[in-house]
């Protein structure tokens, strides 16, 4: 309780709480993106899935035509796009009433955003990924291939600065506090998701079956690169900024911390090494 005038004490930032939720959120928009995206377009549009993996899907695609397989390498940017539009959306509705929720609903939108326009930098730069220029690739074929690829390099800068800019403007409105404290907490928070989850996606990477091709080009392409803006972004936030509301803390919270060694115990345990329907 605070008296009339007073600042209301800002909750702190417990590290394994924080690690936790970040775990279980890099968890879910991996997932999404995988098995309800690519996996999931692969197997509705006549498609056989032969491998699901922490960070992979192989569709075996017989018989199929060029457009569905190229619907089902977008599918999974696709599903990250409506994933993070959406959960901005939710996040407008929580408020902070529960601060833990509505950090992880803040952080899986923004790193799905990141993800989706990530992805066209990626395979515009490289020729690899979603949008890459191989037989599972959606710019496969498609020419002038320098053209094609300069073209979503462009999209995926613009996009990308969206996601950044997006991600600010909902931090700001949650955040609270004052000054440059605000700051600091936020890039306490950002960077200590983007460390804990990047590391644990790498580290689960590297139990796949096909070797380190797989970490560098999905497990750390999209989370090493493609969140890496939680690294530097709350750099960008309005230091004069004032609120009435306490700066948002990540309290200790043990639900979260064993739901998030369930989660990522199962999902590097079955689906690191693969799974083989």
Known sequence: MTTAGATPRAAHVD???LVAVSM???VTATALHEYLGHAAACALLGG???ELNAFYVDCAYGGMRDLPVRVVAAAGPLVSLVTGLAGFRVLRRMGRASPHAAYAVWLLSTISLMTATGYL???GVSG????GTSRDGTL???EPAALWRGGITVLGLAGYA???LAGLRAMEALLGGEGRARVARAQTLALGSYLSGASMAVLVGLLNPHGMVIVLTSAAASTLGGTSG???MMQLLKREARTDLPLLGVARDWRWIGAALLVVAVYAGVLGPSLRP
């Open 140 to 142: 496969f074929m498609l």
């Open 121 to 123: 930098m990626f395979s």
């Open 24 to 26: 279980l959120v890099y």
């Open 230 to 232: 939680l690294a530097w």
């Open 48 to 50: 056989t899935v032969r």
């Open 162 to 164: 969206g996601a950044v």
């Open 128 to 131: 690899l990924g979603d949008f």
């Open 15 to 17: 590290p394994l709480t």
